[in-house]
């Protein structure tokens, strides 16, 4: 099968994004690759179309147990078949996921690092045609990366343990170009194929506001954007309870997320989160890394995160479906005197030798003053700063952020909703939302979330081109082989009975 019949056959779409078709071509060719590509720019596709056209079984090694059991999920809703091994399965659970690997079931296994060097693992392993090893969130094998994972540093003893050596293959959303050198050399890549996308996303508009007010702020924000999903977050758990007490109270559809919560509580407000049934997640840095929900319209920091590649990754969890999206920072340089004690308490108070805690307290607020660059200068296009800082030129205006639109925070409540209303596609808006209820049916009986079954862009070309047969949904966008036998026919017959009303 070639990598265009594949991509249509799970996935439904006829043509890659930008920078994926030369990924798959490079692995399918068996070199390696090291990708930086922005969140939401499809990086998983990269190394899954490969792997469906490789015989054998793939390892994804993540350090994130939501984006692997959000990736497992999606697999399988297209039928592949595929499972995670991580910390919350029990001993048993995690026995037989193996044996069922060895047996072949499985096309994917996403794997936890600390879960590579387990003698399990490693039997099962040598013993296993591994053809390709993608590691997702790769920074984590950096100490120059935000986001350091010890157990990164052990991939390539395992790649070396096993009797033929797989392609192997990085992403990350973000990397400096020391953090591209560490992941090369410490996962031992091969001469990789090197790409890093441009990090814009022009569906996100991006906006800072010195509100005196933070929750009235947000409350007027969710009042102008009603029913839309969304993340705020807090600098602490204390806030996080605090804004999502006060949300619920004036009615909105919100959740608290923080490591002070009880596991259960968590992945519980998480999931009603992910499948849609709670509108907004409050919460701290600890939510939403590796999160696969597209349909996140909105993201507001509440206060300043430490450093532009937190920002970055975080706010780029709006808007993953291309359809317009807000970035939101709410500034304040209290904020910034709170975090700048922070990172002095976090890093004093490590094991480090003193030599090294002077070097790690330098770099951290260094990339603390680029942030505040970026939120207190009110005179450079927001996007110039955020691309800048990327390594990325870019010339304004860019005509989506607060400074281009020239917005203050009372200004931008008289046009809120403006930004994030808008679709480049005409299409019929009672149709898509009666599409909208239906896809809400299917995610139900399916047990999935409604992006899993399709996206709003799907959504929208069907309430656009009104297909009158299944066979006409080979044309729509995100519909693949898969996805017609499931929800064809009851697509079909909502617009047919739509255009049926319509008539009388």
């Not at 403006?418 to 596609?425: D, I, L």
């Amino acid at each position: 099968m070639d990598i265009y019949e594949t991509l249509k056959r799970y996935f439904g779409y006829s043509t890659f994004r930008s920078g994926q078709e030369e990924i798959v071509r490079n692995i399918i060719s068996g070199r390696d690759v090291m990708a930086v590509m922005p969140t939401g720019a499809g990086k998983s596709v990269c190394y899954q179309v490969p792997a469906l056209c490789f015989e054998g079984i793939t390892i994804v090694v993540s350090p994130l147990i939501s984006l692997m059991q959000d990736q497992v999920r999606a697999l399988n809703s297209i039928g592949v078949r595929a499972a995670y091994l991580n910390s919350t399965l029990t001993p048993g659970q995690f026995r037989l996921a193996v044996e069922n690997a060895r047996r072949g079931v499985y096309k994917f296994i996403y794997a936890a690092p600390e879960r590579l060097m387990t003698e399990n693992f490693i039997d099962f392993a040598v013993n296993a045609d591994i053809p390709l090893v993608a590691v997702d969130e790769a920074h984590c094998i950096s100490q120059w990366g935000h986001d350091f994972r010890p157990s990164y540093l052990r991939i390539a003893e395992f790649l070396g343990m096993l009797p033929k050596r797989p392609i192997v293959t990085a992403f990350t959303a973000t990397a400096t170009d020391q953090v591209k050198k560490d992941i090369i050399n410490n996962l031992r890549l091969r001469t990789p194929y090197m790409l890093t996308a441009g990090f814009d996303r022009k569906n996100l508009y991006f906006g800072v506001y010195n509100s005196k007010n933070k929750l009235r702020f947000i409350i007027e924000y969710l009042n102008a954007h009603p029913d839309q999903s969304g993340i705020i977050y807090c600098s602490s758990r204390k806030k996080v309870d605090e804004v999502a007490e006060v949300l619920s109270a004036e009615g909105f559809s919100a959740l608290p997320y923080h490591a002070g919560m009880s596991d259960a509580d968590r992945k519980y407000n998480q999931e009603e989160f992910i499948f849609d049934r709670t509108k907004i997640i409050v919460a701290t840095s600890a939510f939403g890394m590796g999160i696969n929900k597209p349909n996140v319209r909105f993201v507001i920091h509440y206060s300043i995160p430490r450093n532009m590649e937190e920002y970055y990754q975080q706010a780029g969890r709006a808007g993953r479906d291309g359809e317009p999206s807000e970035c939101i920072l709410l500034y304040s340089y209290s904020d910034v005197m709170i975090a700048k004690y922070m990172i002095e308490k976090d890093i004093n108070g490590g094991d480090n030798p003193p030599p090294e805690k002077q070097r790690l307290l330098e770099l951290e607020l260094e990339k603390l003053r680029h942030m505040t660059y970026y939120a207190s200068s009110d005179r450079t296009c927001l996007r110039k700063r955020l691309l800048g800082y990327f390594g990325e030129k870019f010339v304004p205006p860019c005509n989506n952020c607060s400074v281009c639109r020239g917005d203050s925070a009372e200004q931008y409540y008289l046009r809120a909703g403006s930004a994030v209303t808008g679709s480049n596609r005409p299409f019929d808006e009672a149709l898509f939302e009666r599409l909208k209820q239906c896809r809400k049916s299917l995610a139900n009986s399916s047990g999935v979330p409604v992006f899993a079954v399709l996206g709003d862009a799907t959504l929208k070309e069907l309430a656009s081109q009104k297909p009158e047969k299944i066979a006409g949904l080979s044309r729509i966008s995100g519909f693949g082989e898969v996805k017609i036998q499931h929800y064809g026919k009851a697509v079909i017959d909502v617009i047919a009975e739509y255009e049926n009303d319509a008539e009388f």
